[in-house]
């Protein structure tokens, strides 16, 4: 396989994982946004469903990075860091998330009324 | 016919006698009370009585201290063939009701209704009349503001609650007018919404029913059939949530079952 064919799929599995994470975390998103529903708990619902937009700009930067559109070395630099910090915030706001609703599923599992 | 008074009452026994207008003689006997009540195609026509709470004048007041007979003990009764005699105008209903009457009258005679009455989450409404019955009570303004509350809708420890009446004289009324046959009950009773949502879902069911109470500001205690319809609207919408609609569809027959 030469050297722009494995570029070209590695830019699809990282644009691909991008958009499984994203929906992922969508679905766990929706399931939190059910819990708040029906026990009127808050479990940053809104938040897990928008932080994973995170990976999929960190995918889309990172692509942007290998293209060959950017030509200057320091733009490129400054891509490839705002795509790391873009995906540290992205995981650091879905773990937030995702702790506070494990915390609700916890109590609930606990709940003897 | 033979029975004993932890089964039925003397009272209720006498009422069903009546009411399919047989005839024969209904031999009571408690230990404190014996005696018997003789009816001919479903009338009263005689009582006598061997020992009693109280003395006793007349017909009706001897009808009224044999039907005090609650505790242990057995009646039964034998079968005659209707003598057509003269009706003594007493009306079972009305008997039925003085002698509940009698029992808040005395506390002092420790008598005990309590395993003779519906548990307190059954449902009772007023009882219709067949076509062409008559019926001749004297109401007391408690007994008939009992009975008038009984709509059907609330449980019967809600209506007692919110009666006014004091606990134990309004579970003796409550005697008096079910063994009277002026209250039925429904077939439907507030089942324990939490323990069934428990069985099925763990401790997540229990915790969704008790938010279904908070979302819809209801008391549990006091709780009548519209507001367990609207909670049960609420639960099944809470649960789909969840556990997706074809379980909570399942859930929700499985609480309606147990209102039956």
Same mark, same amino acid.
């Given at each position: ?16 994982? *991008?958009? #499984? ?7 766990? *998103?929706?399931?939190? *946004?059910?819990? +708040? ?5 808050? +479990? ?5 469903? +928008? ?12 692509? #942007?990075?290998?293209? +060959? ?32 609703? *494990? ?11 | ?46 009582? =006598? ?6 003395? =006793?004048? %007349?017909? /009706? ?65 007023? =009882? ?16 008939? $503001?009992?009975?008038?509350?009984? $709509? ?31 209250? /039925? ?12 949502? /428990?069985?099925?879902?763990? $401790? ?22 519209? $507001? ?5 609207? %609420? ?23 147990? =209102?039956?």
């Amino acid at each position: 396989m030469s050297e722009e064919a494995m570029q070209v799929y590695s830019h699809i599995a990282v644009v691909s994982a *991008g958009v #499984l994470f994203w929906a992922g975390f969508m679905v766990f *998103g929706f399931i939190a *946004g059910r819990y +708040t529903k029906v026990f009127n708990r808050e +479990t940053f619902s809104g938040l897990l469903m +928008t932080a994973p937009s995170g990976i999929l700009i960190y995918a889309i930067l990172m692509l #942007l990075r290998s293209s +060959t559109m950017v030509k200057s070395q320091q733009f490129n630099d400054g891509l490839q860091v705002a795509a790391y910090v873009f995906l540290l915030v992205s995981a650091v706001l879905c773990l937030a998330g995702m702790i506070k609703f *494990g915390k609700l599923l916890d109590e609930l599992l606990k709940y003897k009324g | 016919m033979h029975g004993t008074m932890s089964s039925i009452s003397v009272a209720g026994m006498l009422r069903l006698l009546c009411s399919f207008g047989r005839s024969g003689e209904l031999l009571i006997d408690s230990g404190r009370i014996k005696g018997k009540i003789v009816i001919d195609s479903g009338n009263i026509v005689s009582a =006598t009585a061997e020992r009693t709470l109280f003395k =006793t004048s %007349g017909l /009706r007041d001897t009808v009224v201290q044999l039907l005090l007979a609650l505790e242990e003990g057995s009646f039964s009764f034998i079968e005659l063939a209707p003598r057509n005699e003269k009706p003594s105008g007493i009306g079972i209903e009305d008997v039925i009701l003085e002698s509940a009457r009698e029992i808040w009258k005395n506390p002092g005679n420790s008598v005990n209704i309590r395993d003779l009455i519906f548990p307190e989450d059954e449902v009772l409404r007023t =009882t219709r009349l067949a076509a062409g019955r008559e019926i001749t009570v004297s109401f007391q303004a408690d007994e008939w $503001n009992l009975l008038a509350a009984f $709509n059907g809708d609330s449980d019967i420890g809600t209506v007692l609650e919110d009666s006014g009446i004091e606990r134990g004289k309004a579970e003796i009324i409550l005697y008096g007018l079910t063994s009277a046959g002026l209250l /039925r009950r429904l077939r439907f009773k507030i089942p324990e919404l939490s323990k069934i949502a /428990r069985e099925e879902l763990g $401790n997540i069911g229990a915790a969704i029913v008790d938010s279904e109470f908070i979302r819809q500001k209801f008391d549990r205690k006091k709780m009548g059939m519209k $507001n367990f319809v609207s909670l049960l609207n %609420g639960l099944e919408a809470s649960i789909s949530e969840i556990t997706g609609r074809t379980r909570a569809k399942v859930i929700i027959e499985k609480m309606w079952a147990a =209102t039956k």
